[in-house]
């Protein structure tokens, strides 16, 4: 096999691509989103398949976690709908098995994520969506994203303790990012 044919089967970014990597690069600020499976998405096995739509999007995971969430964290987090008749049910609801907390990183992925997931009502969700495909009622949504980078830090800051996030770089990033 000649050289051009080797470097055509190592289908590797070229070198200058690679370098958009480097250190001072990545430093720019970033945005992060916590998603969250909540427990009824862990009972019905739609683990794998929430993750992998965020992997396949593009975005980078930071963070990850099965956890059984308490009262006061389940309170706090919700804590702008404490008003709302249904809050009590909601903290029953979150905290009633394991969840998956994640932290998703990557440009605009606070708002890409709320369109991934789809309309708070599952019925209203558009096909596609994870909430359109995968739910059929507001109490059982499956699934949580944080409604604006800001609630992003707030919420990763909340749900994860220091040192769960990984600091990484994927190797994808330069197929992914110009
Ligand atoms: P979001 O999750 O799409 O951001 P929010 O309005 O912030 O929607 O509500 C947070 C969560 O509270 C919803 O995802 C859902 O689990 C729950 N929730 C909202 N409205 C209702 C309701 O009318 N009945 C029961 N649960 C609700
Ligand atoms: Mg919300």
């Not at 055509?8 to 499976?37: D, F, G, K, N, W």
């Not at 702008?80 to 249904?86: R, S, T």
Request: with cysteine; charged share 25%.
């Amino acid at each position: 096999m000649d050289a051009m044919a080797v470097l055509a089967r190592t289908s590797r970014p070229a070198p200058t691509l690679l370098a958009t990597t480097s250190p001072a690069v990545s430093r720019r600020p970033v945005e992060q989103s916590y998603i969250m499976i909540k427990p009824d998405g862990v009972q019905r096995g739609l683990v794998g398949e929430i993750i992998s739509r965020f992997e396949k999007k593009g975005f980078v995971l930071k963070g990850l976690k099965l956890f059984q969430c308490p009262k006061d964290l389940a309170q706090e987090h919700y804590k702008d709908l404490k008003e709302k008749p249904f809050f009590p049910g909601l903290i029953e609801y979150i905290t009633s098995g394991p969840v998956v907390c994640m932290a998703w990183e990557g440009d605009g992925v606070v708002a890409s994520a709320r369109k991934l997931i789809g309309a708070t009502n599952p019925l209203q969700a558009e096909p596609g969506t994870i909430r359109g495909d995968l739910a059929v009622q507001t109490g059982r949504n499956v699934v949580h994203g944080s409604d604006s980078p800001d609630n992003g830090k707030r919420e990763i800051a909340l749900w994860f303790k220091e040192g769960e996030l990984c600091e990484w770089e994927s190797v994808l990033t330069p197929w992914l990012v110009e």
